[in-house]
């Protein structure tokens, strides 16, 4: 039996008829790893020696009647969360030697389920790029061309299910940092509901992990099935014991609907700010016209959508307020410089940027009521949808470009050049309100890559778009292996 691609829910089933062990799976987990990750550079940390021993603990404890959500599942972990023991550097080589002694929470929520943690996945540096380098750990390959990126933040996560490296990974998301990856590589991501999985532990060295969910980004899951999506979900899902309490537990309403046909979606494909390329718009066109086969209701506009400049300006602020308070005082007071100076373009987004980065207390929280009134748009919006179907980025995965002034570097939509980081405004629709969104395969480009969409859906309501992603895996299939 081949098992390095098989999901995790059927690995499950396969240890409980007695088919494999957990030692088996894990052992084959490192061996597809030494023999491939070579070409690949996922892997930027190896446990093995401590995973051999957890599957040998998992047999066990299925030996005894056991049956935990994760129990003998071989697993990897982003760079950036915290495990007791292994190196934590966000790709910074000064914390190259940084080695925490307790747990993220999402991690310590992994090995209470049971799961077998291999190693952790390669990142860019400070997590700031939709490609993963940096100095200490080097380069992530995407499995389906070396020559090119396999996404960020999270792209060593996307990378390493790509290639089979074990059947779940985490990773986390702020600006399309598991959407971007699980879309270059073929993958399925889930960017949850703001708040929903505590981020304690992830948190850059050698800060403290303290109870905070801070802003905009989220911890989630990442798998190669929409099933186990929501089988990961389910366990890091829950309040941080520190702040709520272990009493406490968080229930998700269920989805909304268990039938294609029962679905109400809103497609966009276009973005007053961005041109959408052609194999993505096509991949969109292709989810949507597998819901209206199945059924669904789909339209194309509707009054009740937020404006997209507005949401788009709006998202450049926040995020940037987020980035510019950890920058050294110096680079700060310089941008501070800069932002009182004339903008050429005084709307565009370089000019939102660098204006966040140094907006006072009294700008965010004027930005911070504008995107409240963004939410309650939201809102009204899923009173008449189900959810929004839209790219998460512009193009496949680009050719590598380690350029180190971003400013420099360029992407290409169908023969046209646009600034490097503008390509993140897609992501930003659901990052900025908080709002759940999951990445699903849509096919490939002309050129054999991937193509993925999001499904954004209700807060709170995060079985709602991962429902509807399992329904059209069985529609029009969801991952495949790389040749």
């Known amino acids: 039996m081949e098992w390095g691609f098989l999901a995790a829910e059927e690995l499950s089933a396969a240890m409980r008829a007695g088919e494999v062990s957990s030692v088996e799976l894990t052992e084959d987990a490192i061996a597809r790893i030494e023999r491939d990750d070579k070409a690949i550079n996922a892997i930027c940390v190896r446990d093995f020696d401590r995973a051999l021993a957890a599957a040998r603990r998992a047999d066990e404890a299925r030996a005894r009647g056991e049956d935990r959500p994760l129990l003998g599942i071989p697993v990897t972990v982003k760079e950036s969360y915290n495990v007791a023991g292994l190196p934590t550097t966000w790709g910074m080589p000064r914390y190259a030697g940084f080695v925490p002694a307790e747990d993220a929470v999402a991690v310590s929520r992994l090995k209470a389920a049971g799961a077998v943690i291999l190693g952790k996945t390669n990142v860019p540096f400070m997590l700031g790029d939709w490609q993963s380098f940096n100095e200490i750990y080097g380069t992530t390959n995407n499995p389906w061309d070396h020559g090119r990126t396999s996404g960020g933040s999270s792209g060593g996560s996307a990378a390493a299910l790509a290639s089979g490296f074990g059947s779940l990974s985490i990773g986390s998301d702020l600006a399309g940092s598991l ?14 509901t703001f708040g929903l999985v505590p981020t304690r532990g992830m948190v850059p060295p050698p800060a403290p992990a303290l109870p905070s969910d801070g802003d905009l980004a989220v911890c989630g899951p990442m798998a190669r099935t929409a099933r186990d999506l929501t089988l990961l979900l389910d366990v890091m899902a829950g309040p941080d014991p520190l702040t709520l309490g272990v009493a406490y537990q968080l229930t998700l309403p269920p989805a909304r609907h268990q039938r294609i046909s029962d679905f109400r979606v809103l497609v966009l494909d276009e973005h007053p700010l961005i041109a959408t390329g052609s194999a993505v718009r ?14 669904a209701r789909v339209e194309r506009h509707s009054p009740l959508l937020p404006d997209l400049t507005e949401a788009a300006m709006l998202y450049a602020w926040l995020l940037s307020s987020h980035q510019g308070a950890r920058m050294p005082a110096e680079a700060y007071e310089r941008l501070r410089t800069r932002a009182a100076e004339p903008i050429a373009d005084d ?26 009134l ?89 079985r709602t778009p991962l429902r509807l992603a399992e329904l059209l895996e069985q529609k029009i299939g969801g991952f495949q292996a790389p040749s």
């Open 347 to 372: 709307q565009g987004l370089d000019a939102a940027r660098l204006r966040g980065m140094v907006l006072s207390h009294r700008d965010w929280i004027e930005a911070d009521i504008h995107r409240e």
């Open 374 to 462: 963004h939410r309650h748009s939201w809102r009204r919006l899923f009173a008449e949808f189900d959810a929004v179907m839209c790219p998460i980025t512009s193009i496949p995965a680009f050719p590598h470009d380690h350029n180190p002034d971003r400013g420099e570097r360029r992407i290409d939509i169908d023969g046209v050049e646009y600034p490097y980081i503008d390509h993140s405004v897609w992501a930003g629709l659901a990052t900025m309100p908080g709002l759940p969104a999951t990445a699903v395969p849509a096919g490939r480009s002309p050129e054999g890559l991937p193509v993925g969409v999001q499904l954004i859906g209700p807060m709170f309501e995060d």
């Open 282 to 295: 096509a991949g969109v066109n292709r989810v949507a016209d597998a819901l209206v086969d199945g059924g």
């Open 179 to 192: 959407r971007n990856p699980a879309h270059f590589c073929g993958v399925y991501a889930h960017k949850p």
